[in-house]
């Protein structure tokens, strides 16, 4: 048996030592929002902080992680109520969702070590896969929770052209405008 | 309704779904099985379309308006969705169709997922459930909003009647009827009761609204589904906890058409929480355990052998061989073929050949192939998502014997689909063989990311070669397409090739308009394709045979533009006349992103124009490569004339999922063949592009209004040729075989 620290919890789990974090946390502790994606910490599903530091659960034995804080999306708030969480809603950043919880997870450990972080901080550290491809707003989430977003878009750029050719400007949810030539 | 199984029927797969239409729904076939295996189980109808009359009750007790409305007391809107959920935003859409009918508050409105089983009960009220070929909304949209408009009359209906006034005299929005004369008003949520009491209207006394005027779709409206997925509780199928639940872990013969021969069960029965191994089938093995990460440990261990056949020979090299005979063979068939092409190619002054290459594709949707079944002697239940719940529900019943009625499938949102969750239910079906040997016993099956990889359905591999002839003012005269390689019908679909004429292949290149029409007229056209099969299972991926005919056609018009020293868009609209709106979207798209306008040095401009799911896609991208041979896309614009925006923000999203889709292939995609099996098992060899890759995406919408189209796939095969093409503006040369990392190239 193996004593852990999850979101502030101590709980006991019956797990050989050698099992990854991942699998203790859905299967045994029942904290399902961290995903499988690869079991090769290549895709970022299953990122969870441990001592604050951004990890990739599925390589991770559990019995490294005993006594440590171990935070998982369950834990990030106690309502879905981190900026970055109300930020991916507002943006509706989401699209299949599956990615999301490892996305927001180390975008959380990105604010934490640089809370007004740059285009390039966000490409250095946002290495987790989306298929879906939701990757302009997360970027924009992550630029909008940080307050250093320039605009108030969600990152997408939208062009409306009517039948006559004429143009008109997306504004409701938050979706950019179109560049000038549409004004 | 009578429900009869009739062994060994000839009808399979998707196909049977789609005699639905073709026998007016009085009798139709649901079906799962592969051609030739299995059985398929006939379903006759005696009611015709639908069991209207048979209403359910919600959760709350509140009765249903129609199939596809409930109205709560508390003015809480229920619309009933029956197509899957993977992303593709398509619960929204269709719920904003409803409720811009029905007229009722928007905020007030949550979606309700039907069974295939209560579908099935209702005689197909909810019509057909599959989702593919991006037709969530356009396949559905007349009838949901014939729902939402129907719900409405009822409800109104029952204001008048409570009011004893002439329904005319009232007017609703918002979810409030009011009746000006005796400044009266009701809320939906009060006149509920009455409404679902009422006789539905005359199918003939319902009038649509124009779309132009619409309030709720057409407009970007959040998503409704976008809350659970920011905090971890939304449950996929790989979520999925049921009391006293198992765990399988997969292995299955890593060569396709290979056996299981033997395994030795006694080396790991002894390891920690396993509960049992299992022969799944002639090619698949299984350890079951208490837990999914000790039935793969235990899995690992077990000691297994394979007879991998004759298959085990075949390579790469060997594929790509046996599809170059394609290109010259004269076994190919003509789809299109006017004038004489390839005399008008013999005789022009100018000439351009060039043979193109594209690979296999595996989807690798973020959540791999998962499935829970609980068999008993009289039940039959799986947990799963899929793109096509009644393919789901026939899996199941034929593999667990048990009849259709004593069958359910409780669908989740996909992790992903792409179109690996729509034909096929191979996972499906070894989930219920597992789950027969622990009767009682809910056991969830996962496949690991390494079985994901090696055991799709993948992009089918392909070659073409193009020939053109240009006269000596450089205009096109004749052109010959010629495409060697796997069809995906003649492993998934074989009754939909008819005289050994495969036309799927062809998509993009088809001469007859709506639907994946060629956007050129040339003076002499000749389009073929020669059927090259190999023993790698293909199927529909993303855009399916769009992403790489559009490759091969919209690349060589720019080789043969650069030939006849044109630029690449007025080469191509000298030959877009006959098609206004492939015309119309490209000219769009060309005109938002400024073509013809100075770049900064070293940044090339690239065009395409494709279409597909009777959509019209084009696209600009703009592009720099370095002395490294290092790629960066600076700006993509995206246009599609969908026909129809039901929400111009989701379709936004779906643009740029596309280009992270459609550029992940032609930067990195390929899943080569060594010794018969897939080499790339994981995300380490099949790279998927990364935040920092992505380029920034605009969205053009352009649409006409007249015609509904799909979103979810069309603009896909636009993304690569856009890019390809400035890449090959600023290096002098095409580039030719994908993916593109082959070439020397990196991304940045």
């Not at chain 1, 604050?52 to 109520?81: F, H, N, W, Y």
């Not at chain 2, 209560?118 to 729902?147: E, P």
């Not at chain 2, 789809?335 to 193109?356: F, N």
């Not at chain 2, 999922?657 to 550029?663: E, K, P, T």
């Amino acid at each position: 048996m193996l004593s852990l620290n999850v979101n502030g919890k101590a709980v006991t789990v019956d797990a050989e030592p050698g099992t990854p974090l991942l699998w203790v946390l859905r299967e045994q502790v029942g904290l399902t929002g961290t995903k499988y994606g690869c079991g090769v910490a290549q895709c970022g599903s299953c990122s969870v902080h441990i001592d604050g530091q951004l990890m990739r659960s599925c390589v991770m034995p559990v019995s490294a992680v005993a006594g440590k804080r171990i935070t998982t999306i369950e834990g990030l708030s106690a309502d879905a109520s981190h900026p970055l969480q109300k930020a991916w809603v507002e943006f509706d950043v989401p699209q299949c969702g599956y990615c999301q919880s490892g996305q927001i997870m180390a975008a959380a450990a990105l604010l934490r070590a640089k809370p007004r972080p740059t285009d390039k901080d966000i490409d250095d550290a946002m290495t987790n896969i989306c298929r879906c491809g939701t990757y302009q707003r997360i970027r924009a989430a992550i630029h909008k929770a940080a307050g250093t977003a320039k605009g108030s878009g969600n990152g997408s750029v939208v062009h409306l052209v009517g039948e006559t050719g004429a143009s008109a400007t997306l504004a409701a949810n938050g979706t950019d405008a179109s560049p000038a030539s549409d004004a | 309704m009578t429900t009869k199984i009739s062994k060994g029927s000839a009808q399979v797969g998707n196909a049977g779904i789609d005699t639905a239409a073709s026998l007016g729904r009085r009798h139709f076939i649901v079906g799962s099985a592969m051609a030739g295996g299995g059985l398929a189980l006939g379903i006759s109808i005696a009611g015709g379309a639908g069991d209207a009359a048979a209403q359910m009750v919600d959760a709350t007790g509140a009765p249903e308006i129609n199939a596809w409305v409930v109205v709560r007391p508390d003015d809480t809107t229920v619309v009933r969705v029956v197509r899957s959920e993977m992303g593709q935003g398509t619960h929204t859409g269709l719920a904003q169709l409803v409720c811009e009918e029905l007229e009722c508050d928007w905020s007030k409105v949550t979606l309700e997922a039907v069974t295939a089983g209560r579908n099935l009960a209702r005689k197909r009220v909810w019509g057909d459930m599959s989702t593919g070929g991006s037709r969530g909304i356009r396949g559905s949209q007349d009838y949901v909003r014939r729902g939402g408009a129907a719900a409405r009359m009822m409800l109104m209906q029952a204001a008048a009647d409570g009011w004893q006034v002439p329904v005319g005299e009232l007017t609703v929005a918002n979810g409030v009827i009011s009746h000006a004369a005796s400044s009266r008003t009701v809320r939906y949520g009060q006149v509920a009761t009455a409404a679902a009491k009422l006789t539905p209207p005359d199918a003939k006394s319902i009038k649509l609204k124009d779309p132009r005027a619409w309030k709720i779709a057409g407009k970007p409206m959040r998503r409704l589904d976008t809350a659970p997925k920011v905090d971890g509780s939304k449950v996929y199928s790989i979520d999925v906890r049921l009391p006293g639940m198992l765990n399988a872990a997969v292995k299955q013969c890593p060569v396709f058409g290979g056996r299981l021969v033997s395994f030795d069960q006694a080396k790991v029965m002894g390891m920690p929480g396993v509960k049992g191994v299992v022969r799944v089938n002639d090619t698949t093995v299984a350890v079951v355990a208490d837990t999914w990460w000790r039935a793969k440990t235990a899995l690992d261990a077990l000691p297994i052998v394979w007879d991998e056949g004759p298959n085990a020979k075949v390579n790469s090299a060997s594929i790509a061989a046996h599809l170059r005979t394609g290109l010259t063979s004269d076994d190919a068939f003509a789809d299109t073929d006017y004038g004489d092409a390839l005399k008008a190619i013999a005789g022009a002054p100018r000439k351009l050949e060039a043979v193109y290459t594209t690979p296999y594709l595996a989807h690798a949707t973020m959540e791999p192939m998962v499935c829970t079944a609980r068999i008993t002697a009289d039940r039959g239940e799986i947990w799963v998502a899929t793109q096509n719940q009644e393919s789901a529900l026939a899996a199941l019943a034929e593999t667990s014997g048990l009849p259709l009625a004593q069958c359910e499938v409780y669908n989740h949102d996909l992790g992903g689909g792409f179109g690996r969750r729509v034909t096929v239910p191979d996972f499906i079906r070894q989930s219920v063989l597992i789950g027969r040997q622990f009767p009682g016993v809910p056991v969830k099956m996962i496949w690991s990311r390494e079985e994901d990889q090696a055991h799709d359905f993948y992009r089918p591999v392909s070659q073409c070669k193009l020939s053109a002839g240009l006269d000596a003012k450089g205009n096109l005269t004749g052109l010959h397409i010629r495409v060697s390689g796997q069809s995906i019908n003649a492993a998934l679909n074989p009754a939909a090739i008819k005289d050994g004429k495969d036309v799927r292949q062809l998509q993009g290149f088809w001469k007859e308009p709506g639907d994946a029409q060629i956007g050129y007229t040339v003076p002499n056209m000749r389009i073929e394709y020669a059927m090259r099969n190999t023993h790698v299972p293909p199927g529909p991926w993303r855009g399916v045979n769009t992403t790489q005919n559009g490759v091969y056609l919209e690349c060589f018009m720019d080789e043969l533009a650069k030939l006849a020293g044109r630029d690449p868009l007025e080469f191509r609209r000298a030959l877009m006349g006959s098609h206004p709106k492939h015309l119309g979207v490209l000219n769009a798209v060309a005109e938002k992103a400024g073509w013809g306008k100075p770049l900064p040095k070293g940044v090339f401009r690239g065009i395409a124009q494709f279409m597909g799911y009777a959509s019209y896609s084009a696209a600009v991208a703009e592009v720099t490569v370095n002395a490294k041979r290092q790629v960066k896309v600076h700006r993509l614009l995206l246009g599609t004339d969908c026909g129809h925006q039901v929400n111009p923000d989701q379709i936004a999203a779906q643009v740029e999922g596309s280009v992270a889709y459609g550029l992940t292939a032609a930067y990195f995609g390929e899943c080569t063949v060594d010794k018969g099996r897939i080499v790339e098992t994981n995300f380490d060899r099949y790279r998927i592009m990364k935040l920092a890759e992505m380029p920034k995406v605009e969205t053009v919408i352009a649409p006409t209004w007249d015609f509904w189209g799909g979103v979810g796939e069309p603009t896909i095969c636009v993304a690569a040729p856009a890019v390809m093409n400035a890449i090959a503006a600023a290096i002098g040369r095409p580039v030719r075989n994908l993916p593109l990392k082959n070439e020397g190239f990196t991304f940045i």
